[in-house]
């Protein structure tokens, strides 16, 4: 597999900042009960205080809960991605995206070394965020987050396109289909794949680098966990000040560090389910 | 019928098609030429509807709001505002401002109608709406707030009106009270429509809500003093000394309305120049794009120019103020463009930095939704036109409140006090100082 050559330690970390080790612990010590993510040493996705699932007794650590299971979730490892679109194809064909819409795009970042000119991908989906800005301004509930999955769907026949959802995702993920006198948006192919039993979304599968890669938050033993779940390299969400608490998490992927993740399991990057 | 026709004339001073007949042939083929280009718009929406919307709209994905929301805001901004001015007189009491009253609320009514009009082209589904804005309400909508509180807005005033020319002032004065309410809450809520999108630094936050009311009470007094002077050049009977005075103190009002909104334009400039989010919007209105709009339009039409002009007028030359506060609605109508498009021209990915979205992003409206928005403006001038004439002119002897106490002057045509152990005759006597 050939990857373009990017100088990946080099590359800026547009996400939170670190938080060292005694923060983390003043931060538990507020007693906050944390549903979301707390990653790499790195504060993540925040849910609401006052939950019932608390920080474990000892003190020094505490138990996440997701809000749903599965939690679906999506790792994009930013580094890996060479701009192929093969995950563009392969969601326009799943879910019959018309021509002047998308619901995944891939965008595009250069910088200019002092050397040389660098490169970078960044896939954008819809974040299926748990404070969804979207579900709140529909005036028609046509938008709604599913119960058990935390995947932001859509009832098209409530759909009165008013486009306000539109003007409220802070991701740009919506678009309106003529097709479906609707919104369409990722569905994380709820409707196309994951409903009739696959595992893994069109794109996450269509990915030939393992840019995407797509499981359930809530499974400690699934590739989305671990890579969150992991110390060695940092985390990040997009546009973390909105606190829309989204659920697709970036990281730059090193190999090496993904390797000591898995803990020397053999990790094939061409199916990140198989893992 | 013809009985009751006769009885409704008296009544409401309705003259029906007979008042129209009588119009000069100017006035009609003016009324003509508006049902023209009213029929035009719709005829040319309902193309655009059956071709379907993202064919011919210059909406997008990233600015999905265009020129029809910015009409829709327009006229339900105008709207509240005429509820609101004409409030201030009879449903507070305030009695300089009584005589206004019916148009007011008759215009208010055709300035929602026409924004119904204008929005119905803009949402893809608006027939779902009907059905399921009340079987499937999310209450955390400020859309669904807005939409619902606008709808029994217009119930209220359309009942206040019933009242109102039937010259029940006690019920007319109570349903215009819950329509100012409800009003006022339902144009608040669509400033927070704009205002809690996140993303959206250019609206964000609590500035909208609080610009939009007083923004609408400008408007509503701008636009009472248009149709008003307009209906002096139509008809010059209509002016009275209670109208002239009622229009002096509009005039006031409106002008401390102007430099209000003057402010909050300066400060909103002033802090977006600052502003790592918005300073790429704030430069696109003063120096960018749009900046025809921003300083012709927005700030010399739609407030220095009238700012001056109502100063100068002293609120007792009618056709200076005719002029100036008709070139405020035009003025008025790019400063609701310059907060709709303006606040979508950034991507939300700006910030990352990436190649596609460094560069604001463009809108031109496009032929159809000119003419859908023309369609909603040209039913509101027809409107307008029409109910001058078969209403008389809004005129009848008495259709405002009057005070406890109070009667009409029959010298004047004001609203006097009587003292005690006053006769009406001393009390004139006293307020037009001939003794
Ligand atoms: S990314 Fe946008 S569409 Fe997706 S859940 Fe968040 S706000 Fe809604
Ligand atoms: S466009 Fe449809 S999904 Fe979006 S807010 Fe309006 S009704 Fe809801």
């Known amino acids: 597999m050939n990857f373009p050559k990017i100088d990946l330690n080099k590359l800026k970390n547009e996400g939170t900042e670190s938080v060292t080790v005694k923060e983390r612990r003043n931060f538990l010590k507020l007693g906050f009960a944390i549903t979301g993510v707390y990653a790499s040493g790195k504060i993540l996705s925040l849910s609401s205080v006052l939950n019932d699932v608390a920080y474990a007794s000892g003190g020094t650590d505490f138990v996440e809960k997701y809000p749903y299971n599965p939690h679906y979730s999506m790792v994009i490892r930013q580094s890996l991605c060479i701009d192929c679109e093969k995950c563009v194809e392969a969601c326009n064909k799943t879910n019959h995206v018309p021509e002047y819409g998308y619901r995944t795009r891939i965008l595009t970042r250069k910088y200019q070394g002092q050397l040389d000119k660098k490169v970078e991908f960044i896939p954008v989906l819809c974040n299926h965020c748990n404070d969804a800005p979207c579900v709140r301004a529909c005036p028609t509930k046509a938008t709604y987050k599913d119960p058990v999955t935390g995947i932001v769907r859509m009832e098209s026949k409530k759909c009165i396109g008013c486009k306000t959802c539109m003007l409220a995702c802070p991701y740009d993920a919506r678009y309106f289909s003529a097709e479906r006198h609707a919104i369409d948006k990722c569905d994380f192919c709820w409707e196309e794949r994951l409903s009739k039993g696959e595992t893994q979304t069109g794109c996450s599968s269509a990915c030939p680098t393992g840019a995407r890669t797509f499981g359930n938050l809530t499974d400690p033993e699934n590739i989305v966990f671990k890579l969150v779940h992991q110390s060695e390299e940092s985390v990040w969400v997009l546009r973390p000040e909105d606190g829309t608490k989204p659920n697709i998490f970036y990281m730059k992927g090193n190999m090496v560090s993904v390797d000591n993740i898995l803990k020397g399991q053999k990790f094939i990057y061409s199916d990140p389910a198989k893992s | 019928m013809t009985g009751s026709m006769v009885n409704i004339s008296k009544r409401w001073g309705y003259h029906g098609l007979d008042a129209l007949k009588k119009a000069s042939p100017g006035y009609l083929m003016l009324m003509g030429a508006f049902a023209l280009l009213a029929l035009a718009g719709v005829s040319v929406g309902l193309h655009g509807m059956i071709t379907g919307y993202h064919h011919v709209y210059g909406v997008s994905r990233e600015i999905s709001w265009g020129i029809l929301i910015s009409a829709y805001v327009f006229c339900v901004v105008t709207s509240t505002g005429l509820c609101i001015i004409s409030s201030i007189g009879h449903v507070f009491g305030g009695e300089a ?10 215009m208010s009514i055709i300035f929602m109608l026409g924004g119904f009009c204008i929005i119905f082209f803009d949402i893809e589904n608006p027939f779902r709406m009907a059905i399921y804005n009340v079987i499937s309400p999310n209450l955390s909508s400020n859309m669904w707030w807005m939409g619902t509180l606008y709808g029994a807005y217009l119930v209220f005033m359309i009942i206040e009106y019933y009242f109102l020319l039937e010259q029940n002032h006690s019920l007319s ?10 009003g006022i809450a339902a144009h608040s809520n669509l400033g927070a429509v704009f205002g809690m999108l996140h993303g959206r630094p250019f609206w964000y936050g609590p500035y909208l809500p609080i610009y939009f009311i007083f923004s609408a009470a400008m408007s509503g007094g701008c636009a009472i003093m248009f149709v008003s002077t307009l209906a002096w050049k139509i008809n010059p009977e209509i002016m009275n000394q209670r109208m002239e005075r009622a229009i002096k103190a509009i005039c006031q009002v409106t002008i401390f309305l102007i430099s209000t909104i003057m402010f909050f334009t300066i400060w909103k400039i002033v802090t977006g120049m600052v502003s790592h989010d918005k300073s790429l919007v704030i430069m696109a209105l003063v120096t960018g794009d749009y900046a025809i709009n921003f300083w012709c ?9 009238p700012l001056f002009l109502l100063v100068r007028s002293r609120g007792n030359n009618f056709n200076m103020i005719m002029w100036a506060t008709g070139l405020m609605m035009v003025g008025i109508f790019f400063m609701r463009y310059d907060i709709v498009i303006p606040g979508q021209m950034i991507s939300v990915y700006h910030s990352l930095g990436v190649e596609e979205a460094l560069d604001i992003i ?13 369609f909603g403006l040209s039913v509101i001038c027809f409107a307008y036109f029409a109910g001058e004439k078969m ?9 405002e409140i009057v005070p406890e106490g109070g009667y009409i002057c029959p010298g004047c045509g004001a609203i006097h006090f009587m003292e ?5 005759e001393d009390a004139m006597k006293r307020h037009h100082k001939i003794w």
């Open chain 2, 420 to 424: 005690e152990g006053e006769t009406e």
């Open chain 2, 173 to 182: 004065r109570l349903m215009g009270f819950f329509g100012l309410v409800v």
């Open chain 2, 297 to 305: 339009f927005e700030i010399f039409l739609g407030m220095v120019l």
């Open chain 2, 391 to 399: 209403l008389n002119g809004h005129q009848l002897e008495k259709h």
């Open chain 2, 97 to 106: 401002f009584m005589p206004i009253a019916k148009r007011a609320v008759f």
């Open chain 2, 362 to 374: 463009k809108y031109t409206p496009s032929f159809h939704e000119i003419m859908a928005a023309l």
